[in-house]
């Protein structure tokens, strides 16, 4: 198994009083050796108590007496003129130990951590978890990155059109493997290049579940870039991603009948706003223009007044949220409306 070797802080008063618990100041409680962390993962880690390196806790164990735990995440962020260290959530969580049958304290298993991030321990002794007396030292570890690729080949793309694409998980290429072979629910992310409308969907497994299936996913934009994410559904059901991310770009698409002719690349790929000038915004303004949303008049390269009321407009007629700016459901309204013309 392998140990991640932790460190012994000491904090000001004004950063245990972040805990919510009233401390004794003087020798603390827990030594350097007392607690360790052992099969660290992005969002569990096992938590091994060795009593027999101080005298208080060996005592406790001894009586077989509550020992619980107290965690939460910490973070630093620099400022101008010195590094500020502060607890990212006010609530903290609390667990105890428990005993096995002859007496040793049991090892704790901490789930639904957050990848990447470094965590506080307390040590505290007496009452309930919440009510114990914690010691003022904290032990720290900082959990893995959610994924880590051996190399950039995790995921392949086949059967690429103006609108779909063939995604296949690459055996042995990821660290999900695991999880594969374990027959979790393997999932798939994609997007648009820069947007955050995420659309998920399942790998299925071969009929002997040794492998997963190649993904086809439809309804793709033309002439587009696309960012896909690996992810499983974590035991608390909640999706973990790969930090990885791989690109496709979709064909523009077709005009014609000859499917191997010259293409169109009236698609709208740009974020646009007031003040934006380029040649999507002719593309947009004669769409807007052609729809009876502005008068051609005003078609130009310049995203101006007058196409800011026309993408109101449009924005009013389609349901979306009306900011006159052309954002990730704007564009992909109006592109699903181009490929259609």
């Not at 004794?24 to 009593?51: C, K, M, R, W």
Request: hydrophobic letters at 40%.
């Amino acid at each position: 198994m392998k140990k991640i070797t932790l460190t012994l802080m000491a904090f000001a008063v004004g950063i245990l009083a972040l805990t919510g618990h009233a401390f004794a100041f003087g020798t603390p409680i827990a030594t350097d050796g007392i607690l360790s962390f052992e099969n660290v993962t992005p969002i569990s880690l096992t938590l091994q108590l060795n009593p027999s390196t101080d005298a208080i806790y060996s005592s406790l164990v001894t009586n077989r007496q509550s020992i619980s735990v107290e965690y939460r995440p910490y973070g630093c962020t620099d400022s101008a003129t010195s590094q500020i260290c502060t607890m990212q959530y006010a609530i903290p969580s609390y667990l105890t130990f428990s005993y096995n049958a002859d007496g040793s304290i049991a090892p704790l298993s901490i789930t639904g951590l957050q990848p990447a991030t470094q965590y506080l321990f307390f040590l505290g002794h007496g009452g309930t978890a919440t009510s114990a007396t914690y010691d003022p030292a904290a032990f720290t570890v900082t959990t893995p990155s959610s994924a880590q690729y051996v190399g950039e080949t995790a995921l392949t793309f086949s059967g690429v059109t103006n609108d779909h694409a063939t995604v296949t998980v690459v055996p042995g290429s990821d660290v999900f493997q695991r999880e594969i072979a374990g027959k979790s629910i393997v999932l798939l992310r994609y997007t648009e290049t820069l947007a955050t409308n995420y659309q998920t969907q399942a790998f299925t497994y071969s009929t002997d579940g040794s492998q997963l299936l190649p993904l086809t996913i439809s309804n793709l934009l033309p002439n587009v870039q696309y960012q896909t994410w690996i992810g499983y559904l974590s035991p608390s059901s909640a999706p973990v991603w790969s930090d990885q991310s791989f690109t496709f770009t979709t064909l523009p698409t077709a005009t014609g009948t000859n499917a191997s002719s010259p293409v169109s690349a009236s698609v709208i790929t740009q974020r646009l706003t007031l003040g934006s000038r380029s040649s999507q915004v002719l593309i947009l303004e004669t769409y807007l223009a052609e729809h009876g949303f502005m008068s051609k008049t005003y078609v130009d390269t310049y995203f101006g007044t007058t196409t800011v009321v026309a993408i109101k407009s449009f924005q009013r007629t389609h349901g979306l949220t009306v900011d006159g700016r052309v954002g990730p459901m704007t564009r992909n309204a109006i592109n699903l409306a181009l490929a259609q013309q």
